[in-house]
């Protein structure tokens, strides 16, 4: 009987050391994880990642530092992990399959985020949208359009799409066709584009203005004008071209044709 008891308490001793190195195990552990994300959060401050993408970093560390925590401290206790290890793994799985489009728009953020192919107030068209970005997280992004209007686009859509940045570059290419009379001076048109050019404050003089005939129409010879601006003075530019070349031909006598049919009537 005494052996016994003896038995019961060295095992007692043994269960109480064990549970007293997990605890210190943990609160070491604890303390080690605060530190690594306090210096995980003042590099990613640093950084040059967008602070959508500082959360999700951050976070994802946090998770992985804890159930490696747990685990650690569970096999202190003499307690066997291998079947927690396996749970976990197929919950992971179970959770992806059914989270895939999901997971599939947080990798599209991701790569948005990482890549940066637009920031917020950018000008974008993509998966036939154009408009402003206005946020960007790991989902999805909404822009909101020239009429207003708010959209929202899943990030793995934008990854998987064709996508053009009106914004990216300092300077942009305004392209205006204007059309004139077969009879008409073309020479003399382009002259008169040119002052046009000249007389707009935001129209770049390098590179220089392109204008020349494009093609010949049905009714009418095409002249091409090319100038270059600034991009934020795009619109401003393409106004005032169509509207002061217009003003410049009807004063100068240069008509811009209708489309015209000739029908011959024979009579017999």
Known sequence: MPEK????????????????????????????????????????????????????????????????????VLQKLGISTASLVAVLGAGGAAIALALKDSLGNIAGGLIILINKPFSRGDTIEVAGTCGIVDSIDLLTTQLHTFDNKVVTVPNGTITTSVLTNYSREETRRV??????????????????????????????????????VSSHGESAVLMDFRVWCRTEHYYDVKYFLEENVKLAFDEAGISIPYPQLDVHILKK
């Not at 997990?22 to 604890?30: E, K, S």
């Not at 000249?198 to 129209?203: D, G, L, M, N, R």
């Open 5 to 72: 008891i003896d038995g019961l308490s060295d095992r007692t001793v043994e269960i109480l050391m064990e549970a007293g190195f997990a605890a210190v195990v943990f609160i070491l552990g604890w303390i080690v994880i605060r530190i690594i994300l306090r210096l995980e959060k003042k590099a990613l401050e640093k950084s040059r990642l967008d602070e959508a993408l500082h959360l999700f970093i951050i976070e994802a560390t946090k998770v992985i530092l804890w159930i490696i925590l747990i685990i650690t």
């Open 175 to 212: 392209d205006c066709v204007f059309s004139i009379s077969y009879s008409a001076d073309i020479e003399k048109a382009r002259t008169l584009m040119e002052n046009v050019a000249e007389s707009c404050e935001y129209v770049l003089p390098e590179p220089e203005p392109v204008i020349g």
